[in-house]
């Protein structure tokens, strides 16, 4: 099952918001300026994170966040990192500069600008994400891209209800909306 979540005003406003106010927080950091992503990327990747957080009934902690260090630091969800896409299609994107964690691929169905719903299309941890047949220098219509990456396909990820789920939400979370 790939569980669908809606978001809503006046959530996407609020995440839309967090969004510009991480990417404006000191814009001569590599990590804030999102190392050339556009706002609207990471603005879907901080949808992505929400759908998560609404999935696992937990709040998203980006909501916790507070200063500059806070940002550079995180875990996307309570250690589970999450990457969003617009394209329905779209591939599970990982890089080897990444965390050593699961990674969770949600793709984007925008209604309109008050609402979007996320898929949760599965999960895969980084080692099963990175190997030579998932590495990419072009994408699926034959553009170079920005930057090479792992491109792993919805077909080999695990389902979502097999997420590991870290200690420090045991207990606390209630899997589906």
């Known amino acids: 099952m790939q569980p669908?979540?809606?978001?809503?005003?006046?959530?996407?406003?609020?995440?839309r918001a967090m969004a510009q106010a991480q990417a404006a927080a000191d814009p001569s950091d590599d990590r804030l300026v999102m190392k050339g992503q556009s706002l609207k990327m990471h603005t879907e990747g901080i949808f992505g994170e929400q759908i998560l957080c609404d999935y696992l009934c937990v709040d998203n902690p980006r909501k916790l966040m507070t200063t500059i260090d806070d940002?550079?630091?995180?875990?996307?969800?309570?250690?589970?990192?999450?990457?969003?896409?617009?394209?329905?299609?779209?591939?599970?994107?990982?890089?080897?500069?990444?965390?050593?964690?699961?990674?969770?691929?949600?793709?984007l169905e925008r209604v309109n600008y008050?609402?979007?719903?996320?898929?949760?299309?599965?999960?895969?941890?980084r080692h099963e994400c990175n190997t030579p047949s998932h590495w990419r220098t072009h994408g699926p219509n034959g553009q170079p891209l920005r930057q090479a990456c792992y491109m792993t396909p919805q077909t080999v990820l695990h389902p979502i209800d097999t997420l590991p789920i870290p200690n420090k939400l045991k207990g606390q979370i209630c899997l589906g909306t």
């Open 71 to 107: 940002y550079k630091n995180d875990d996307d969800v309570f250690g589970i990192q999450v990457r969003a896409t617009t394209w329905a299609a779209g591939h599970l994107i990982t890089h080897d500069t990444d965390k050593y964690a699961p990674f969770v691929l949600v793709t």
């Open 114 to 125: 008050d609402l979007v719903h996320g898929t949760i299309r599965g999960w895969a941890w």
């Open 4 to 15: 669908v979540i809606t978001l809503r005003q006046p959530v996407l406003n609020h995440l």
